[in-house]
C-alpha cells in the first residue's frame, strides 16, 4: 500500500515564526502536491513539484514555498506565518501521467496565534 | 480555467438506503477524468471511484456507481445501501488527461458534500 505521511497531525505556531511542514512518501511517485483544506471552499492546490528540485506554484503559493531535494520527501515552509494561514493543509503524491490517483496524508492541522 | 460545483454542503441518508451526490463540471477539454475522493472524520483522503472522459460506460466499484453525463458535464455519484462507514466529506474532482508535467497534473476540486449516515 501506498503510504504518505505527514510530520505532524496538529501544530500551533506564533504569527511571525517560520514553519516547516514535511511529506513523505514510500511509492517512487514523481509527483508531489500541497493543498490546503478549508470550510466551504474544498481543496486548494499551493504548489506542485514533478522531480527532485522541480516545482510550479499552484493556486494559490502567496506566502508559501517548497523544497523537494530527494524524491520522498516534499517539504511546505511559511516564510513568516500569519493568522490567515491557520488551515488544515494536505499532502499527497501520484504516479507519472494523468490517470493516476493522487494518495493523500493524513493532514496537518496547523494554527497560527 | 476548469471549476468544479457541488451544490449539496449536507446530505442525509439512513442506513441500507440509497443516496446520490451531485457534482458538475466546467471545462473545454474533450479528455479528462474525473475522481470520487471520500474524507472520514479520521481526515485521510481515499479514492472511491474514477472515470475517464473517453469512456462512455458509467464506472462502478462495489457499492459505489457514477452517473456520466459528458453533454451535460455532470458527475454524480450513487451509494447503494449505505453503510455507518460511509458516512464521510465527499469530493468530487477535475483533472485533465492532457500531460505535460506542471500544473496540468493538478486535481481541481469541489467544495465538498458532507454525508451524514442515519440509523
Known amino acids: 500500500d501506498v503510504k504518505v505521511t505527514q510530520s505532524s497531525r496538529y501544530l500551533v505556531k506564533r504569527t511571525g515564526e517560520k514553519v516547516f511542514l514535511e511529506c513523505v512518501q514510500d511509492?517512487?511517485?514523481?509527483?508531489m502536491f500541497w493543498y490546503r483544506q478549508d470550510p466551504g471552499l474544498g481543496l486548494r492546490l499551493i504548489y506542485f513539484?514533478?522531480?527532485?528540485?522541480?516545482?510550479e506554484k499552484g493556486d494559490i503559493p502567496e506566502g508559501y514555498s517548497v523544497s523537494r531535494e530527494k524524491k520522498e520527501r516534499f517539504s511546505l515552509i511559511l516564510e513568516s506565518a500569519s493568522t490567515n494561514q491557520t488551515s488544515m493543509y494536505l499532502c499527497a503524491s501520484s504516479g507519472s501521467g494523468n490517470r493516476y490517483e493522487q494518495y493523500f496524508g493524513p493532514g496537518t492541522r496547523l494554527t497560527v496565534t | 480555467a476548469q471549476t468544479v460545483t457541488q451544490s449539496q454542503p449536507e446530505m442525509s441518508v439512513q442506513e441500507a438506503e440509497t443516496v446520490t451526490l451531485s457534482c458538475t463540471y466546467d471545462t473545454s477539454e474533450s479528455d479528462y477524468y474525473l475522481f470520487w475522493y471520500k474524507q472520514p472524520p479520521s481526515r485521510q483522503m481515499i479514492l472511491v471511484i474514477r472515470q475517464e472522459a473517453y469512456k462512455q460506460q458509467n464506472a462502478t466499484e462495489n457499492r459505489f456507481s457514477v452517473n456520466f453525463q459528458k453533454a451535460a458535464k455532470s458527475f454524480s455519484l450513487k451509494i447503494s445501501d449505505s453503510q455507518l462507514g460511509d458516512a464521510a466529506m465527499y469530493f468530487c474532482?477535475?483533472?485533465?488527461?492532457?500531460?505535460?508535467?506542471?500544473?496540468?497534473?493538478?486535481?481541481?476540486f469541489g467544495t465538498g458534500t458532507r454525508l451524514q449516515v442515519t440509523l
Open positions: 474532482a477535475y483533472r485533465s488527461a492532457l500531460y505535460v508535467g506542471g500544473t496540468a497534473s493538478k486535481l481541481t
Open positions: 513539484s514533478y522531480d527532485v528540485k522541480m516545482k
Open positions: 511509492m517512487d511517485h514523481e509527483n
